[in-house]
């Protein structure tokens, strides 16, 4: 600063040059460093100092021409010499006064004067920022606080104003653009046409490029550009909008601000980072609550001021309304017809503008009382739901009693849920809760869902320009609303953004949806041949029917007790998706298919009456917990079950009397059938099943074809127990004659392991290549260990890392003559080697799946017997001849016959073994 001994000028930066004229203070960042920059003005030649932002320096002078002489500078040289000759911080700036750039009019008090700014930053302009107190938040808020007055003038009226009015133009005492509108959208094309002729030039030039060719002219113009300007337009017209600084009424939130953040912690927010973040940063930093509008249209503001604004009154009700206006009919300032309208139950009634500007009442001290012209903030309306809902009660308000609501109010609010887009975070949501919390100290909903955005497959926002919109009502009546709504729910949390994809609502339709169909043709099946009628007051005991029964109805709870728990806490989409997991994987895909047999026997035994029981307590539970998300196929489902059974169910009044699924209550977890050793060695019995299968797909076996033996390593005697009770089922499952087990101690599997650089490197960040190092060494104990207990302690150069078996993967190499398969801790080795007798009986199974194809493709009924004849194929016959009691008695054949010669159309074509055909006739008896 010592260094500065000559005129300077302050660098700042407009996007709007419009509001020049008004500037009446500069602000820089206190902390910011600024340079002086001795050089010359590129519009006038003229040597100049100037002052902005370090950061910002290299925006404005190129390094290039650095070594040039400011001596040697002539007017007309492109390359411009500078000179850095001082530099400081901002808070060294603050205080510095200025010339006025854009003379017009005077300030009355302090302007003109350097002032700090904690909006001012270096990310872009010069680090100095124009304050136009008139036409800007920020600048508003600045002046302000450092007692800067704006630049104003006496409109007609008496009254202080802008230099712009409020249509949009400069008032006369800007004298150089007096009339003329600050944007150029404003002008229609023969009024721009008109004002070119009037500025005498070959096209339009508007406000703003006047004044920039003004300011270059006089030397206060450094450096002049097109900026594409991100500012407000108007929804309606698409034309700028302009800021003025009004007066409005506000109400003072601010005085229950803690309130409003303590409540607001009480409150379940979906997601939680809304309620805390979002919300919760918007009350911490809560400013009054500007509640008027300069509007024609919505809620009139109900206050009435005397003319000198000394008296006023705010109208609480249409009774509070008729007494005031009796008293101003009484004094002479009303008709007293007015009293005829205020009635609500007049036809007529309405207190909009402009019948209700007209009211006059009187005040306390009998002068005349007008309207405030304002209306009230729209989102007021929003937040005043709950009340104008239940309306006010007259007696109760004529009582005084804190909430004079009508009956239904006290057991409807607070609301227990509300949803909405995540941009009502200051609109509705903030209103609910801003109104409940002055007016009654409570929240206004005791759960809300923050609803993310629908976008395309690509994660972009929909659009009609774009062509990437989803057409909902073709959508729905493609797929039908159930399946879109559990895709849309299952898919992505609410709260989140959703890539919607058609793609998707289909796949949904076939997995689940026609899964859960296919499993209730197959009970409706067999029912409707047994005439099998559920008893809701006599069914078999939950202790006598099978462990796979038991196991189901476990799972059943299980999932009754998950979703219940989801939906409480609103997650629907974990809902959704237990829901899904135990349709396909636990109901269809294992209880279903295992218990195949038990549907086809002729007796109706106990067994076969609990399967029956068992499935249809499944299917109908299913319906009422996806009855939320998917209302009409549930209810479709929910009375296809039990509308045989309705008039027993009403006369008895058992839970199934109702007609609909919505109707009834949702089936309570029986945590007593809860059996957590059943469902975890069923577990693995699932598990190793899916493993053994993956390796039959490998090699490419067919599950028809028998293999001799399964090696399964255990932990513990525990895990080895657990898995020897379902060991027959398994064997069975895959079709495997014998399994073994084997300690991990036996040396017989070698495993392997590696980081999971996904996981793993999320934790452990740059030690991530040493750490990989690291697993990749561990010994066979040492992966063991990690198995057995969960966790290991990793040495990392002089660190010590605990790392988990989801931090990394398992395999194990394959014995020769054995497929190996590790998953999850659990480890499985399978024979698959052929032997003769275990090809024949391969045979003899891939012959019983064509013939049964042939039934169903035939039409026969599932307890039609049939006549076998078979074309003598001399590879095949000791398969067949070996097995032909086992193969009769699943095909329901009462004769099986070779012959020598078989025609088609007669007799059908069937591979029984890669590579080897043969003729077949089958004949219904």
Request: proline residues 4%.
């Amino acid at each position: 600063m010592q260094n500065i001994n000559c005129d300077f000028y302050f660098l700042a930066w407009t996007t709007t040059p419009w509001t020049l004229p008004s500037n009446s203070a500069l602000a820089v960042g206190e902390k910011i460093g600024y340079v002086w920059v001795k050089t010359f003005n590129q519009y006038t030649n003229e040597p100049i100092v100037v002052v902005l932002a370090k950061d910002l320096f290299a925006k404005y002078f190129s390094e290039k021409n650095a070594a040039l002489s400011l001596e040697d500078f002539k007017p007309g040289d492109k390359q411009i010499p500078f000179k850095v000759i001082a530099e400081c911080k901002g808070s060294t700036l603050t205080g510095i006064a200025y010339e006025q750039l854009l003379p017009y009019v005077k300030p009355d008090g302090k302007a003109f004067v350097a002032v700090a700014g904690d909006f001012v930053s270096t990310e872009d302009g010069t680090g100095i920022v124009h304050i136009a107190p008139t036409f800007g938040a920020d600048d508003f808020r600045t002046a302000k606080q450092q007692g800067i007055s704006a630049i104003l003038v006496t409109d007609e009226g008496g009254n202080p104003s802008p230099l712009v009015d409020k249509r949009g133009r400069f008032v006369k005492e800007v004298t150089d653009f007096a009339g003329e509108y600050v944007k150029e959208e404003y002008l229609t094309t023969n009024e721009k046409e008109a004002e070119r002729q009037k500025q005498g030039r070959d096209k339009y030039l508007s406000v703003d490029e006047r004044i920039a060719i003004k300011l270059k002219q006089e030397n206060k113009a450094f450096k002049v550009e097109k900026y594409e300007h991100n500012y407000p337009h108007c929804w309606r017209t698409d034309k700028p909008v302009l800021y003025y600084p009004l007066d409005s009424w506000f109400i003072r939130t601010t005085a229950c601000k803690d309130k409003m953040i303590a409540l607001n912690k009480t409150i379940n927010w979906k997601p939680e980072s809304t309620g805390i973040g979002r919300f919760g940063n918007w009350l911490e930093n809560l400013v009054d609550w500007n509640l008027s509008r300069s509007r024609y249209w919505g809620i009139p503001l109900p206050i009435w001021r005397s003319e000198d604004e000394k008296e006023e009154k705010c109208i609480g009700s249409i009774i509070e309304l008729r007494t005031e206006i009796e008293k101003a009919v009484a004094a002479g300032f009303m008709d007293a017809h007015h009293l005829e309208h205020v009635d609500a139950s007049k036809s007529d009634f309405d207190l909009h503008r402009p019948y209700v500007d007209n009211i006059i009442l009187i005040s306390d001290t009998g002068k005349k009382m007008y309207r405030e012209t304002d209306l009230i903030d729209v989102w007021f309306d929003s937040g005043a739901m709950p009340y104008a809902q239940w309306q006010l009660d007259q007696e109760k308000l004529s009582k005084g009693l804190p909430m004079p609501f009508n009956e239904g109010f006290n057991t409807g609010y607070p609301a227990d849920f509300i949803a909405e887009g995540v941009d009502q975070t200051r609109g509705w949501f903030f209103t609910l809760h801003a109104i409940a919390v002055m007016l009654f100290d409570s929240v206004a909903f005791k759960n809300v869902v923050s609803n993310g955005l629908v976008l395309d497959k690509n994660g972009n926002k929909m659009s009609k320009r774009l062509g990437n919109a989803v057409d909902p009502f073709e959508t729905i009546g493609k797929y039908g609303p159930d399946a879109t709504r559990w895709y849309m729910i299952s898919n992505a949390q609410p709260w989140d953004n959703l890539k919607f994809n058609v793609d998707g609502i289909a796949e949904v339709q076939r997995k689940f949806f026609g899964t859960l169909y296919n499993t209730y043709s197959f009970f409706a099946l067999y029912a409707n041949i047994d005439g099998f009628v559920p008893d809701e007051k006599n069914k078999v005991p939950v202790q006598d029917r099978s462990e796979l029964d038991r196991w189901i109805l476990s799972k059943l709870n299980n999932l009754v007790q998950r979703v219940t728990d989801s939906l409480n806490d609103y997650e629907p989409t974990f809902a959704a998706r237990q829901i899904e997991e135990f349709v396909d994987e636990h109901l269809s895909n294992w209880y279903v298919r295992l218990s195949r047999r038990r549907f086809w026997r002729s007796e109706m035994n106990t067994d076969k009456q609990s399967a029956y029981e068992t499935l249809f307590e499944c299917l109908m539970v299913t319906a009422q917990l996806m009855s939320p998300v998917a209302p009409f196929f549930s209810d479709w489902l929910y009375r296809n079950l039990t509308d045989s059974m309705r008039s027993n169910a009403i006369a008895a009044k058992t839970p199934l009397q109702y007609t609909s699924v919505h109707l009834t209550y949702l089936t309570k977890a029986e945590t007593k059938m809860i059996d957590t050793a059943l469902e975890e060695r069923m577990d693995f019995a699932q598990r190793i099943s899916s493993m053994v299968l993956a390796l039959r797909k490998k090699v490419n076996i067919r599950v028809r074809q028998p293999l001799q033996k399964i090696l399964i390593p255990v932990d513990s005697p525990k895990q080895q127990m657990a898995i020897e009770q379902v060991e027959k089922l398994i064997l069975t499952e895959v079709n495997v004659k014998e399994m073994e087990f084997v300690t991990d101690a036996s040396g017989l599997l070698v495993k392997k392991i590696k980081a999971n650089f996904k996981v793993l490197g999320k934790k452990l960040g740059a030690l991530m290549k040493d750490a990989a190092a690291a697993i990749a060494q561990m010994t066979q104990d040492d992966i063991r260990n990690l198995e057995s207990k969960g966790t290991f302690d990793l040495r990392i150069n002089q660190n010590i890392v605990a790392i988990s078996v989801e931090d990394v993967e398992i395999s194990s190499e394959d014995i020769p003559g054995w497929q190996v398969n590790s998953n999850g801790g659990l480890t499985v080795a399978l024979d698959i080697s052929i032997s003769p007798q275990l090809r024949d009986e391969g045979i003899a199974r891939e012959l019983i799946n064509r013939v049964q194809n042939l039934r169903k493709d035939k039409g026969f009924e599932v307890t039609d017997k049939i006549l076998v004849k078979l074309k003598n194929q001399p590879s095949i016959i000791t398969a067949i001849e070996s097995n032909l009691d086992y193969i009769c008695a699943e095909i329901l054949a009462s004769s099986f016959t070779w012959v020598e010669t078989l025609a088609t159309p007669v007799a059908d074509e069937i591979e029984v073994e890669e590579g080897v055909k043969t003729l077949i006739e089958i004949e219904r008896i």
